[in-house]
Nanobody, 121 residues
Framework: QVQLQESGPGLVKPSQTLSLTCTVS??????????FSWIRRPPGKELEWMGA???????YYSPSLKSRTSIARDTSKNQFTLQLRSVTPEDTAVYYCVRGGDPVSNDYDSWGQGTQVTVSS
């Protein structure tokens, strides 16, 4: 059973970069045909897909966030990361790392527990 765990600071100041790490256990991030995504839920809003990295390292981004988002991986640690630049209070959300069989669909078979990130000075 694959498990995902988010980690990172819970508070980020406006204009700074939000950085999160997802540690995957029980399965490799290089296993064929799996894609690892970051999604978020702002308060009172629906889930928003931010981007994904595939088993071959290919990245995919939401058009609305592409200019501010970078997703990378460290295969030696079985981790993947999110960087969101120039954050504003609108980026306050619960951030989840998830696994699915497609880079852009919302059909996920494993979820991290989520981590609250607040953007505030």
């Amino acid at each position: 059973q694959v498990q995902l765990q988010e980690s990172g600071p819970g508070l980020v100041k406006p204009s700074q970069t939000l950085s999160l790490t997802c540690t995957v256990s029980g399965g490799s991030i290089t296993t064929a045909h799996y894609y690892f995504s970051w999604i978020r839920r702002p308060p009172g809003k629906e889930l928003e897909w931010m981007g994904a990295i595939g088993y071959m390292g290919t990245t995919y981004y939401s058009p609305s966030l592409k200019s501010r988002t970078s997703i990378a991986r460290d295969t030696s640690k079985n981790q993947f990361t999110l960087q969101l630049r120039s954050v504003t209070p609108e980026d306050t959300a619960v951030y989840y790392c998830v696994r699915g069989g497609d880079p852009v669909s919302n059909d996920y078979d494993s979820w991290g527990q989520g981590t609250q990130v607040t953007v505030s000075s």
